[in-house]
């Protein structure tokens, strides 16, 4: 499978504030990337090269096959974009905004802007000012899905949209992956990224700190494990024992109940340990995605000095 | 004070401090530049004419000169500096405090509440009419200090105290009238836009019926424009203190009818509803162009028919304009001197194709400005991000200022050839000749928009501050340079000094090829920056 969009050791500035420090990303073809990292941490910016709005100060960006910056109107005609602010035009109605953004990126289906319309419950007919923030971002939305390009880039893009509306989305963007599309989805909506993405890559601070399928990503961290034993260890304590195994965390052992977590690699070995001594119950949790978050943001937080945040 | 009353002025203070911070920098450059005018005005005067002898030489000459009593205002007393210094300054100043005025209270209540932030501040304990009260506050109090402070000055200069105090008032009058404008203005539509031209309609109305007035030697026009008003307070010359009062009184007139008019209507919307718009896209709306054409075409519609009216007023009092000079010897010689009746005809009709060549700038900076508000309000990104290169989004607004203005400036010139022709039965000639003396202004225009540019491709948050400041100077030193015998090094630095003083002149193409060359050149450099920088 070949990559729709390539970015190695990206680098932007703004000024003293370093926004991309070195970001690396890789989309394939056909596939649901999340692309997930806290306010500030450079998310947006990094869509915004991609699209040729900003100049990378170094590093490599690669949009379908071309140069994001150079050949920025060739390659915007193969894509589209939805930004996690949308601005209106205020005398224009959010109909004619749809077809005017679909027409300069080369056309729209008209069956199918009609059908997103309907699925997204959109008064057309409105002027840009009168539209809530959730309206403005739907008919950004119906604009790119009604769009036949190859790849979507969302930024945010279901910021402001009711919980039935983020459900149209979400099966919209399933269809967009069964067509064949790629879809780039920036996000800090974790059930979002678990429910439709492929793959995710975590930026922190500007710099990718993991990327890969969701099981990936869970194999590198560690599975919450619950078990009631029948019986201590023949010989010494059972807190004895488990402490002594490795890449074991956060273990309470009541009794003859334990409670750890443990790296994924070395699942194994505590279960064997676990299950010499008979296992009445045993209950084992992957980490959720926002466990994987939570641990990158709070290294993050506690590497940060207090005032550095933005 | 009633509850009520202490309800509705809740949050006064802290908004009045909030305005004064966002106009830390803009109101003290209007202040200075205003100050300065009219302080620089006065201390030249002084110096250039500082025997009655020489002052008596001034009014019959530049001071009878009928071209400017219709375009700067009339004259009372031309003997004393104080006097010179109303008749150059008095309407000017006001003028410019009216769009001061209308420009600030424009941007603090019906374009705050169009950018929604209105409504976090409307949110807290605040009275529902606070951001009016304390941009009013803030504007006409700013302005009542620098009318005291314009008095002090001339004071300081020599003048008398109560002819000083009532010129710097009756300027700051002028300025507070035009507030109370716009705060009736912005309740009528829900568009900032809007709200500021229908208020600069009426201050280009003001004007032009007052240069009728002082034009045909009528009085009567002159006292229907809030304008003529500032110029009849007649400082140094009767000091007429109840003109200053009307002034007064109508503005608190207007401001009152202002509180009525947004007591009945709801947050964010204007007293002329809203309407729907068309569910889909015409079949036209499909490129940048067509998006520019809807949002400026109605500003386009709207310039194109004041300079009409306004080239047609300015050009209907052309033929009369040789009677206003009187008939003292001095004043025949003058008038020979001028190339008699048709040469100060042709000289005025110059005077006032530069005048509207200059006003023209005003759109031209406002359409180009438009680069950079949409790009700081979000709406070039989403168009960038389709199939759009920089440089022909860039082009879509940019035929406004570069071709709307030519347009604008051939139908100022056709009004005046319309109105100058028909008076003076030779209709044909005069529309040619007045048409070509308005369009070839359109050379000066490019360089203060190839300016502009360049600023929005190299210093993009510069845009607006560059392109005012280069009209600005072009209108000061066109106003002011031949009153106060500037340099032509200084003068000549505004283009439209370059310009061909046409009709009456052999128009030579040199000076309109250099003014073209050097816009199209700053364009490039602009456009050239925009296609390297970041967007955003």
């Given at each position: 499978m070949q990559n729709i969009i390539e970015v190695e050791r990206l680098r932007k500035s703004f000024g003293r504030t370093v926004a991309l420090d070195g970001l690396d990303l890789a989309v394939r073809s056909g596939e649901v990337h999340g692309f997930l990292g806290p306010n500030g941490a450079g998310k947006s910016t990094a869509l915004r090269v991609l699209l040729g709005l900003l100049r990378a100060d170094g590093g490599r960006a690669t949009l379908l096959g071309g140069d994001p910056w150079r050949d920025a109107v060739a390659l915007h005609r193969r894509l589209a974009y939805v930004p996690g602010d949308v601005t209106l035009?205020?005398?224009?109605?959010g109909g004619e905004t749809i077809d005017l953004l679909g027409r300069l990126r080369g056309g729209l289906a008209p069956g199918r802007r009609d059908e997103l319309l309907e699925r997204f419950e959109l008064d057309p007919k409105k002027k840009g000012r009168a539209y809530s923030k959730g309206n403005r971002q739907k008919v950004a939305l119906i604009a790119a899905f009604a769009s036949d390009t190859e790849l979507l880039l969302l930024d945010e893009p279901t910021s402001g949209l009711d919980p039935l509306m983020e459900e149209v989305f979400r099966e919209c963007v399933a269809e967009e992956r069964d067509r064949g599309r790629s879809v780039l989805l920036s996000s800090h909506i974790l059930a979002e990224v678990e429910a439709l993405c492929d793959r995710v890559t975590i930026i922190r601070r500007g710099k990718t700190a993991e990327s890969g399928t969701l099981a990936e990503l869970r194999h590198l961290t560690r599975t919450s494990v619950e078990a009631e034993l029948a019986a201590a260890p023949a010989s010494g304590s059972l807190e004895g024992a488990l402490a002594a195994l490795p890449g074991l965390t956060g273990l309470d052992v009541r009794n003859l109940h334990v409670r750890c977590e443990v790296d994924t690699d070395h699942l194994g070995t505590l279960i064997s340990t676990l299950s010499s001594c008979g296992i009445k119950t045993l209950s084992s949790r992957p980490p959720t995605l926002e466990e994987l978050f939570l641990r990158h943001y709070e290294d993050d937080a506690a590497s940060v000095p207090a005032g550095a945040a933005r | 004070m009633s509850a009520a009353a202490a309800d509705a002025l809740a949050g006064v203070p802290d908004l009045t401090k909030l305005i004064t911070r966002r106009e830390r920098i803009r109101l003290p450059i209007w202040c200075y530049a205003i100050l300065a005018s009219v302080g620089g005005t006065a201390y030249s005067f002084k110096t250039l004419y500082s025997t009655p002898g020489s002052r008596e030489q001034f009014a019959d000459g530049i001071g009878r000169d009928p071209a400017l009593a219709v375009l700067y205002g009339k004259p009372f007393d031309l003997t004393t500096i104080g006097g010179l210094t109303t008749w150059r300054m008095g309407v000017f100043g006001a003028v410019l405090l009216a769009i001061m005025s209308i420009v600030t209270v424009n941007r603090h209540t019906r374009a705050e509440e169009e950018a929604g932030r209105f409504e976090l501040v409307g949110?807290?304990?605040?009275?529902?009419?606070a951001p009016l009260i304390a941009v009013l506050r803030v504007v006409l109090g700013t302005q009542l200090a620098l009318g005291v402070i314009v008095g002090l000055v001339l004071i300081v200069l020599g003048q008398p105290a109560a002819g000083s105090f009532l010129l710097g008032l009756s300027i700051a009058a002028g300025g507070w009238f035009f507030a109370a404008v716009a705060a009736i203005t912005v309740q009528l539509t829900d568009f900032g836009r809007s709200a500021a031209g229908l208020a600069f309609t009426v201050l280009g109305a003001a004007y032009l019926v007052r240069a009728l007035g002082d034009g045909s030697g009528a009085n009567g026009p002159t006292w229907l424009s809030p304008l003529g008003w500032a110029e009849q307070t007649q400082p140094y010359a009767g000091d007429r203190w109840w003109v200053l009062a009307l002034l007064v009184l109508a503005t608190a007139a207007l401001i009152a009818v202002a509180f009525r008019i947004a007591a009945r209507r709801d947050l964010g919307s204007g007293v002329f509803p809203a309407r729907p718009g068309p569910a889909g896209g015409a079949r036209l709306l499909r490129s940048v162009s067509a998006l520019s054409w809807r949002m400026q075409r109605g500003g386009l519609f709207g310039w194109a028919v004041g300079m009409l009216i306004g080239g047609a007023v300015l050009g209907s009092i052309a033929d009369s304009i040789g009677e206003l000079l009187g008939s003292s010897a001095r004043v025949q010689q003058l008038f020979e001197r001028m190339g008699g009746q048709s040469g100060i005809e042709n000289a005025y009709l110059a005077a006032a194709m530069n005048i509207l060549g200059l006003i023209v700038a005003c759109y031209a900076i406002q359409t180009t400005a438009r680069l950079r508000t949409e790009e700081t309000g979000g709406r070039l990104e989403p168009l960038l991000a389709t199939a759009t290169g920089r440089v022909r989004w860039a082009a879509s607004h940019l035929a406004y200022p570069l071709l709307g203005s030519a347009l604008l400036l051939v139908l100022a010139g056709a009004g005046a050839g319309l109105t100058h022709g028909a008076r003076s039965g030779d209709l044909g000639t005069q529309l040619a000749q007045l048409v070509g003396a308005g369009l070839i202004q359109v050379t000066a225009v490019w360089v203060v928009v190839g300016l502009t540019v360049a600023a929005f491709g190299i210093a993009p948050r510069a845009t607006a501050y560059v392109g005012w400041i280069a009209v600005g100077i072009c209108i000061l030193l066109q106003e002011l340079g031949p009153t106060l015998k500037l340099s032509h090094w200084i003068t000549d630095i505004s283009p439209f000094a370059q310009?061909?003083?046409?009709?009456?002149v052999a128009v030579a193409a040199e000076p309109l090829l250099v003014m073209t060359a050097i816009g199209v050149a700053l364009l490039v450099l602009g456009l050239a920056g925009f296609r390297r920088r970041d967007v955003g």
């Open positions: 035009w205020p005398s224009l109605s | 949110a807290g304990a605040v009275g529902r009419h310009v061909p003083r046409a009709p009456g």
